[in-house]
């Protein structure tokens, strides 16, 4: 087991009411789970317990079975290899872009990873030309559309090579195409090994691509 | 389709750094812009009118600040902690914690110098106390004050619509500005796993990203103002 939360309650604060109390989930290695449930039921807030983000109130998440809190956390080493190994695409990408250039964005992960040069320029050109934003690369993230954002986001999550790719709402505004392109893109994914866990509502994808599904609320 | 590093499981080891201390730092500020939500004071049967309130405000300010004389600064501090205990434990404690923060700062501030020359040392407790009764009148001034009356008393000054809109709107949604910074911030913290020699530059980017969105949100609130027959006359909320 990859992923796992035991009898997990959390609240955001004192004397508020818990987002969910008591949940239980098992994500296998190399599965895709799909994650549903209605506005508000907490998908945002269990994807950010998985990334580390936030702590359990109650219960606890173990990650490739090491319990994940703040003071597992705290240890820099530990962090950084966890966050590497876990990549997290938002909701909303405009919070996730940050640098001057589409290309500085996708290769910021890479650059820190002690790779050479030569393995991070080709891992920024791999990732522009799969998500076909070779043409972008010099532009600034900021200016682009919202769907340009959301792959240009996505490919700097990719170049990182993470083992679990936590993706919420990555179909959200895509036209048919793109997200017929993006199912296949993440089923190679996992045919490679991956785990995914998505947050979608699209009963089509699940199908298509989920190998559970886990429905909060 | 997908190319071959992709398909590999990596055993990643990350690589030593240091100074995490920017993002830390810009982190704690984000979160304090995000919990700056504008809380409405609450005004008592007998309360003053806001505006008698508000120039009462500014002249405490004005004395105990241009004051020299250690007795007028007693007189006002024992007034304004005699007003301060009137009110409620928990605008009390609002009230004390910002008074700590305040405290803190100007005492980390003046130690250097106390410590280099003693003789400084009651020059700064003035200064440190003139601190403390400055923010204590102020958190009263805001604890007890609604917040569509100040502007009302804005208004009665003849302060400009658009002027009470930008201080309105800056108070009421600095909270968004903050949430963005902290998100941007995470979005920084979670891609940043190894060693990054271009820290300032990551920080540079999360300051611009702000700013340039803070900009873009007071444009499309304007706009979304303008549609529902805004006319720049702004009477406050």
Same mark, same amino acid.
């Given at each position: 087991m990859i992923i796992e939360l035991k009898n997990v309650s959390f609240k955001y604060e004192k004397g508020a009411e818990p987002v969910f109390t008591d949940l239980d989930l098992k994500v296998e290695e190399g599965t895709c789970l799909a994650v549903t449930g209605d506005n508000g039921s907490g998908k945002t807030t269990l994807f950010r317990i998985i990334n580390g983000l936030s702590f359990p109130d109650k219960g606890e998440y173990l990650y490739k079975g090491t319990v994940i809190n703040e003071a597992y956390l705290k240890d820099n080493a530990c962090s950084k290899r966890f966050h590497k190994e876990i990549g997290y695409l938002f909701q909303n990408p405009d919070t996730m872009l940050f640098n001057s250039s589409v290309y500085d964005e996708v290769a910021f992960g890479p650059r820190q990873m002690g790779l050479r040069d030569e393995e991070v320029e080709e891992r920024v050109r791999d990732c522009l030309k799969l998500f076909e934003i070779e043409d972008l690369?010099?532009?600034? $993230?900021?200016?682009?559309?919202g769907g340009q954002k959301k792959w240009v986001a996505l490919a700097s999550v990719i170049a990182l090579n993470p083992e679990v790719l936590v993706l919420d709402e $990555?179909?959200?505004?895509?036209d048919s195409k793109k997200e017929a392109w993006l199912v296949d893109f993440l089923r190679e994914l996992k045919a490679a090994g991956k785990t995914l866990i998505i947050a979608t509502h699209k009963e089509e994808i699940i199908k298509d691509l989920a190998d559970g599904t886990f429905m909060l609320g | 389709m997908i190319p071959e590093w992709m398909k590999k499981t990596e055993d990643y080891v990350p690589p030593a750094d240091g100074g995490a201390f920017y993002y830390r730092t810009l982190k704690s500020l984000g979160g304090i812009m995000s919990r700056l939500r504008l809380e409405s004071g609450r005004e008592g049967?007998?309360?003053?009118?806001a505006g008698v309130r508000l120039l009462l405000m500014i002249a405490l300010i004005i004395l105990v600040s241009v004051t020299q004389n250690n007795l007028v600064i007693m007189a006002v501090g024992a007034a304004v902690l005699v007003r301060l205990a009137m009110m409620s434990a928990e605008d009390i404690s609002a009230v004390v914690k910002a008074v700590l923060v305040a405290v803190i700062m100007a005492v980390v501030i003046f130690a250097p110098a106390v410590i280099m020359d003693p003789a400084r040392l009651w020059n700064s407790l003035r200064v440190v106390a003139k601190i403390l009764i400055s923010v204590t009148l102020v958190g009263i001034f805001n604890r007890t004050t609604q917040w569509n009356h100040l502007t009302a008393v804005l208004r009665k000054a003849h302060i400009p619509g658009t002027v009470i809109f930008i201080i309105d709107i800056t108070f009421r949604y600095i909270v968004l500005l903050g949430n963005l910074m902290q998100d941007l911030l995470t979005a920084v913290s979670l891609r940043s796993i190894g060693r990054n020699d271009k820290k300032y530059n990551s920080v540079g980017g999360v300051m611009g990203v702000t700013f340039l969105r803070g900009t873009e949100m007071n444009k499309e609130m304007y706009e979304a103002m303008q549609c529902r027959?805004?006319?720049?006359?702004y009477e406050g909320l």
């Open positions: 690369a010099d532009k600034v $993230p900021y200016h682009l559309s $990555p179909f959200a505004g895509l | 049967r007998f309360s003053l009118p027959g805004f006319t720049d006359d």
